[in-house]
């Protein structure tokens, strides 16, 4: 577990598929007023993780990030069933065991971040997160970062037909971009540390 800043931390993780694809994973842990922890985007749970966990508190809240990361949010719903489970729209139906859970329609820790929802692509349905206290951008698959290509925006936004709304997902964008952020915590790749807004405005500039 790696301490980001006051109050959030990170877990990495390295998913390996059978035919030798790579897929980075990453696991933010944000310490609330309240003193309880919220988990977003979960990643495997294993004992070192679990211990990890424990010595930063009581797990409170789980939320899965978007439409697509649903693979082992199982495996923290069954280890920590007091926690509040936040899911977006399509996620009850991948998880047929997933029985009690809430659909997040609008931000309901306003004390600690600002939210958005990428309503107008329902293939993802991302909230992405601003948190105060760390000045950060936490995203699930909106922003990738990876050694070939640098930062860039999930490359199913660039196909035709997957955004429904230019206009809203526009919106949606430029409401990120007022948000005072030092760096963007990345699901997928590094963390973006350096010139991090410059950056996120860098890659929107196709949808102006």
Known sequence: MYKLAT?????????????????????TVVRLGNEKLWIHAPTPLSNELKAAISELGEVGYLFCGNNLHNMFLMEWVYTYPLAEVWVTPEIPKKLRDLDKFRVLKKNIWIDEFDARSMKSVPKFDEVVFFHYESKSLIVTDLVQNNAKKGVFLAPPLLKKGVIQDQKAFRGFLNDIKAWDFRRIVITHGPIVDREAKRKFERICECFF
């Open 7 to 27: 109050n959030i931390w990170t877990h990495d993780h390295m998913l390996c598929f059978e035919d030798g694809r790579k897929l980075p994973l990453r696991l």
